[in-house]
């Protein structure tokens, strides 16, 4: 049962140091209770405690890693039903399937695709991270050189091996080595020996159930044998089975407690249809409901990029906006009588509007003033936008030695303020900018200073 702050409390050294970066121990425990920091954080709580306090606020969902290096992937580690409430922690691990089945040209399309089809979004890599090899003719030869095939030919892919012999599977592990895969899959008649192989080799192991109560079973004899770290297939091969099955899994480990169920699932809309753009509403519906990975036939842009959007806007921190750096930005590289230009702090502002000053290829200054990741208008009615503040912003910015001129670009909604921040600013002449950052070129390239 998870332990109250106070509890933990009692467990901590009560020195308040502050090493842990939290002014006090008691703050410190309220923060662990919460799941917002991790005990390992104080450097002086004991074994014994942080065994106790490890167990008893570890996620209900269990957090299992693999791979190594840029080549690893977490999954799991969620503690809630919906986003709102807090947030999803690991997204959704998404990867393309490769057989040995296919011809070489196939594969190395596949490889292809996965190493080019990254996407830079608000600042963020978009890509996909697994490769799901399968062991289709029983052939250990075809299949470990398959998987040597991937390894070289993927560097930051995670592999999941997929075999009917566990001695396959094996082989293909060891070929693994530090890149640690993850073992499809256990099922009532193997998990004995997978359990055994899982253990040994340290990998995390799939749970290939036919149904959800038969994954329960697998899941529950695993345990038993001591494997720890498991990814659950409940074999639901429609979209609405597999729906069904990734909410009731969730629900049961977060709202029941129930531990059979407390691990990432697997989806596999690649044996669910023939058609690409139905594998890819399927990978949708369980990218938003609880997959833990989802396996593709293939990746092509058109399909992949949304998916990896969708993800990426399911698994932000709705209580964490994201945001860049306040600073002082130059794009294209500008000189002393480029044009200055202010806008907020808020991610997706920052790169509509630097992307839009980038493509009008006029060298511009681009001032970012924090605004605790509100957008333009949000953080004015806020008041972390208004004409003091920009204009305190501006005189420490630095932007007067930067420029010859003393002329400030402000965002089109911003115009109620241009008197305000006048005054603000005497020596500066305010300029109002177009209110979309679609307009900026047009706007950047009219543009001449004003004194
Ligand atoms: Fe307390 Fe440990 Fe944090 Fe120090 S590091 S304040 S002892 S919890």
């Known amino acids: ?63 299992v890693k693999l791979g190594a ?45 996965f190493n080019s089809l990254r996407y830079e979004r608000v600042g963020v890599m978009m890509k996909p991270e697994l490769i799901a090899i399968k062991d289709s003719s029983g052939d250990q030869g075809a299949f470990t050189g398959l998987v040597q095939k991937v390894l070289d030919g993927a560097a930051d892919a995670s592999l999941i091996l997929m075999s009917d012999k566990p001695e396959n599977l094996g082989a293909g592990a060891k070929v693994c080595g530090p890149r640690i895969p993850l073992l499809m899959g256990a099922d009532s ?10 253990k040994e080799l340290n990998c995390p192991l799939g749970v290939k159930g036919t149904n959800v109560d038969n994954a329960v079973e697998i899941v529950e004899n695993l345990l038993k044998a001591g494997v720890k770290d498991l990814v659950i297939d409940t074999g639901a091969r429609t979209a609405k089975g597999l729906l069904e099955d990734n909410i009731v899994a969730r629900r049961s480990a977060i709202v029941k407690k129930f531990k059979p169920l407390g691990f ?15 594998e890819a509403m399927i990978a949708s519906l369980v990218i938003a409901k609880y997959a833990g990975m989802i396996i593709l036939s293939d990746l092509q842009g058109d399909v992949l990029f949304p998916l990896l959007l969708e993800r990426l806007n399911l698994y932000t921190d709705p209580q964490r906006p994201m945001v860049v750096k306040e600073d002082v930005y130059p794009i294209n590289g500008p000189a002393e009588s480029a044009p200055v230009l202010i806008t907020c702090n808020f991610s997706l502002s920052y790169f509509i509007v630097s992307g839009e000053i980038e493509g009008s290829k006029v060298p ?27 204009a305190q912003f501006v005189k420490k910015s630095g932007i007067s030695d930067k420029v010859n001129h003393r002329e400030l670009i402000i965002p089109g909604y911003l115009a109620t ?22 307009h900026l070129p047009a706007f950047l390239k009219e543009w001449k200073p004003a004194k």
């Open 189 to 198: 008649n193997n998990a004995e020996t997978l359990a055994a192989m899982a």
């Open 264 to 278: 990432p699932t697997i989806a596999f809309p690649c044996e669910m249809t023939d058609d690409l753009l139905m």
């Open 69 to 113: 290096g840029d080549a690893s992937v977490t999954l799991g580690g969620e503690t809630c039903l919906f986003r709102h409430e807090k947030r999803f922690e690991h997204p959704t691990g998404l990867g393309v399937l490769i057989t040995t089945a296919m011809s070489a040209g196939d594969v190395d399309g596949r490889i292809s695709r």
């Open 1 to 63: 049962m998870a332990l109250t702050g106070i509890q933990i409390l009692k467990m901590l050294p009560k020195t308040n140091c502050g090493e842990c970066g939290i002014p006090t121990c008691l703050a410190f425990g309220m923060k662990v209770a919460a799941g917002q920091i991790e005990i390992e954080k104080c450097p002086y709580v004991s074994e014994e405690a942080k065994a106790t306090i490890g167990e008893a606020s570890a996620p209900p969902i269990r957090t």
């Open 417 to 438: 303020i241009k008197g305000e921040l006048e005054e603000e600013l005497a020596d500066w002449t305010i300029t109002i900018g177009p209110r979309e950052a679609g």
């Open 364 to 390: 511009s200054w681009l001032l970012i003033k924090d605004t605790e990741g509100l957008s333009v208008l949000t953080a004015w009615a806020a008041g972390k936008f208004g004409a003091d503040m920009i």
